[in-house]
């Protein structure tokens, strides 16, 4: 879905860094950087730091919203504090991405970040509003500084000795071309809807979904129901190494659980990966072109089996993916009807 200024193998190393470093990071200094995988992920981006830039500062607009005003006014705490963020934060991101579509300001791929960057700017603002805007961007930025001091020098490496890291030809490198369920030009709006319906569900059933975001990736899939095998025994196998590691070999919990998870979920999703690719020469490559989102599903699907059980988690992700479907199918009949879909729908 997006091309980084890294090998796909390298991204996934990144990613996994990010967590190592903010794992250090928030057990030297007790600041979180905007959850575990936000640094490695922002140090995706550093060749392209409008990015960054974006990000920190609808992050900054969304704490200065939330908590000089909202909740000032509506007495705001816990999990409904949280979800307020998430909303706000994209909401804003959705106008941002709407403005620039309306007006062709700039390029569209420089004005808003993909995948999880949907929910960024509201995790990140939660901390801000934890330990105060200075200390959450200071160790962000640090945490994208040391990632990329050492993911540079890796992949400076790599373009130098492609026959030694990397074979060109390698099914690895491919990219797959898929048929969505709904137009990826719209996936922002599919992901407000996930993440309503996710609260939804919490609110109502004590119920989650795995994750804010995920409804939405999984709707975009649901003509490519071999993906959607993939994130599942990806999910499961997750679980059980994790619940396995937890249970008889390190006693972990809260951010430090969700820390490993995250981490097994990437490296156990890259390795299914590699064996898929190579067991049908190429022929399918899962969740090809969505690097980090694909083991990030993983992960917090993962982790909403430890915390509530996988059937409850099942059900509810699965009518939550519904619920996304049949919403955007809705919105592209209506934007076709009223003959809106220059938009959004184009490229």
């Not at 704490?63 to 409904?80: A, H, S």
């Not at 995790?123 to 959450?136: A, I, W």
């Not at 209506?334 to 959004?344: A, K």
Request: proline share 4%.
């Amino acid at each position: 879905m997006y091309e980084y200024y890294v090998s796909n193998e390298l991204a996934r190393l990144t990613i996994i860094l990010g967590i190592v470093v903010s794992t250090i990071i928030y057990k030297r200094t007790g600041l979180t950087l905007g959850g575990v995988i936000v640094c490695g992920y922002l140090a995706l981006f550093v060749g392209q730091p409008l990015h960054i830039v974006v990000t920190l500062a609808i992050s900054y607009l969304t704490y200065q919203i939330v908590y000089k005003i909202l909740q000032k006014r509506y007495m705001l705490n816990g999990r409904k504090l949280f979800e307020v963020e998430i909303l706000v934060g994209l909401i804003f991101q959705v106008l941002w991405l709407t403005i620039i579509r309306l007006f062709s300001l700039v390029n569209i791929d420089l004005a808003i970040l993909y995948g999880i960057g949907f929910v960024l700017p509201g995790v990140v603002s939660h901390d801000m509003g934890r330990q105060g805007p200075r200390n959450t961007i200071g160790s962000i930025l640090l945490g994208v500084l040391i990632v990329s001091l050492i993911i540079f020098p890796l992949s400076a490496i790599e373009e130098l000795l492609p026959n030694l890291l990397l074979n060109s030809s390698s099914p690895l490198l491919r990219t797959q071309p898929y048929t969505y369920a709904y137009p990826i030009q719209l996936l922002p709006f599919g992901i407000i809807v996930s993440v309503f319906l996710d609260l939804l569900a919490y609110s109502k059933f004590k119920a989650r979904s795995g994750g804010f975001v995920t409804a939405a990736y999984l709707a975009l899939f649901v003509l490519r129901p071999l993906d959607l095998l993939f994130v599942i025994v990806a999910s499961i196998l997750t679980f059980l190494f994790v619940q396995f590691l937890t249970s008889w070999v390190i006693l972990a919990f809260g951010r430090t659980k969700l820390g490993m998870m995250i981490l097994a979920g990437v490296v156990i999703s890259w390795l299914l990966e590699i064996i898929i690719i190579n067991v049908t020469n190429g022929l399918f490559i899962p969740w090809s072109g969505f690097v980090i989102i694909m083991p990030t599903m993983a992960s917090l699907i993962a982790n909403d089996f430890a915390r509530e059980g996988t059937y409850p988690t099942i059900v509810t992700t699965s009518l939550a993916t519904a619920g996304v479907w049949l919403v955007m199918q809705g919105m592209v009949l209506v934007l076709n009807r009223t003959h809106l879909e220059w938009l959004f729908l184009t490229a």
